[in-house]
């Protein structure tokens, strides 16, 4: 299994794909205002659970937002729970919302 993240705008979210069945894998919804975008949301599917399904999209976010000059806002405990194992993102995460240990 091949996943592939991708934004779909007009739903206002980051959607997985299993590139070789077509199928939703999961998602990660966000708002955006200007250069800050806020992740709301994320909801991968049962039949893809335990795949790295979540870390794609987190780490996809990450990166797209550093490549558009954003700061993430992680409202969402996944994201919030991943970025505790990636410090390295610390540097686009609003203030209030980094965890330093």
């Known amino acids: ?38 992740f709301t949301h994320t909801e991968v599917f049962p039949e893809f659970e335990g795949k790295g399904v979540g870390s794609a999209i987190a780490r ?8 558009k000059g954003r700061t993430v806002v992680p409202i969402c405990p996944f994201l919030a729970g991943w970025l505790e194992k990636h410090p390295e993102y610390a540097d686009i995460t609003a203030p209030g919302h980094r965890r330093v240990k």
């Open 60 to 67: 996809t976010v990450m990166d797209d937002s550093r490549a």
């Open 1 to 38: 299994m091949t996943i592939e993240v991708t934004e779909a705008p007009a739903r206002e979210r980051f959607e997985a794909r299993d590139s070789e069945a077509g199928a939703v894998a999961g998602f990660m919804t966000y708002q955006l205002s200007g250069n800050i975008i806020v």
